[in-house]
């Protein structure tokens, strides 16, 4: 037992002063910030896997310590809300031996919860509202790009209004974008976490292929709700009521987009069809709306008919 104790508080020290020194560089190495905020959950994650919650907060509380020190009380605060949370909650969630999909999940939600904590932070202790601060940003990278066309003599391309209904697709893009970026994150710190995992000898099962995911099937009643919404305030795309439609229709059409290219894969490998239609699939798909679409539609048909069959074993 004691062995035990002072074996976790050994690795949580370490983990602790890996977490310091992936904020250090993201600091005073412009480049590798975003890069190295994508992997700052993962000492955490693994604290907690090995060792359970409350090493994990305590590797969390040590770290926010240390860079406040170092750096700054307000950096601790906004790191450990904004990347601390993802941490422990995928943590304790392979601590539990849950699935991959239960820990993505539950990582996506962290993730959700860390964003909302950040703005609330940001809010009430540095009086920043960060939707005005995106809102101000999308504003001027937009009146730059309007500078670069007329700097290169292209000022005819884009108008007014054009600029105006770029900076109104950006706005209502946004927030889709923020909560997609959830799963990825997630997604991201799991494959890592589990390939550490591996080289510990403390192996963590992987994804199934990808050719049987079978998302669940009321990803279409969102995809259907944010339809009717976009429908119903189709009159006043500025208000609240349109921009949550169109969230959550982006975010269920990505889903089912998602579900789409796995019935493509499905086919190439189950099927024999030709092994270039997955990645002809997957390049089209970004570049040519009507090709996402179809995905789209072939995604809400395989969850309502199940032509694959493996739903119902």
Known sequence: MIR??????????ILAAIAVIFTLIG????????IVS????????????????MWSVLCLLVTGAVVAVLISPLQAVTQVLILGILGLVMGEGMRRQKSPASVLLWGSLGALLSIILSGLAAYFLMGINVVESF???????????KDIYDTLGVSGIMTTESLERMQHMLSLVLPAGLLLSCPISAFVNYWAARKVLSRLGDPYPWFPPF???TLPRWILGGYGLGMATLLYFRGDETSYGFLGGYTLFIVASMLLL???????????????????????AVLTSFVIPLVSQFLVVMGAIEMVTDQRRLRSR
């Open 27 to 34: 600091n005073y190495i412009p480049v590798l910030d975003v």
């Open 258 to 280: 998602l579900q789409g290219l796995s019935v493509v894969l499905w086919y190439v490998q189950y099927r024999g069809k030709p092994r270039f239609w997955f990645p002809l």
């Open 4 to 13: 035990r104790k002072t074996s976790a508080i050994v690795e949580s020290g």
């Open 135 to 145: 809102t101000h940003a999308i504003a001027e990278s937009v009146q730059m790009t």
């Open 38 to 53: 994508v992997w700052w959950p993962l000492p955490i994650i693994l604290c907690g896997r090995r060792n359970g919650l």
């Open 211 to 213: 050719a049987t995911w």
